[in-house]
């Protein structure tokens, strides 16, 4: 498929107002370890293509946010 090929016309163009809210986000570090999995969950992760380390980090992040947020949610008297 070319560039020109692609319908861009269901996505609305980026205008000031949408850079004046935006913010650059650099993921921190990455540090190489081993991990144990189940052997079922493994396979579903590989089974479903290329990158499922990426998508294990994804699946961490999801919850160690969640978390994160649950907490401080809980430390304001919200939780």
Same mark, same amino acid.
């Given at each position: ?11 609305p163009e980026l205008d000031a107002a949408f ?16 991990? *144990? ?5 493994? %396979?579903?992760?590989? @089974? !479903? ?5 990426? *998508? ?5 992040? %999801?919850?160690?946010? @969640? !978390? ?12």
């Amino acid at each position: 498929m070319k560039d020109e090929d692609i319908d861009y016309s269901d996505i609305p163009e980026l205008d000031a107002a949408f850079f004046a809210t935006a913010r650059v986000v650099v993921p921190p570090g990455k540090k190489q370890v081993t991990v *144990r999995l189940d052997k079922d969950v493994l %396979a579903w992760l590989k @089974a !479903q293509g290329r990158g499922y380390q990426t *998508r294990i980090n994804a699946i961490l992040r %999801a919850y160690y946010e @969640a !978390q994160v947020s649950r907490s401080t949610r809980s430390r304001r008297g919200q939780g």
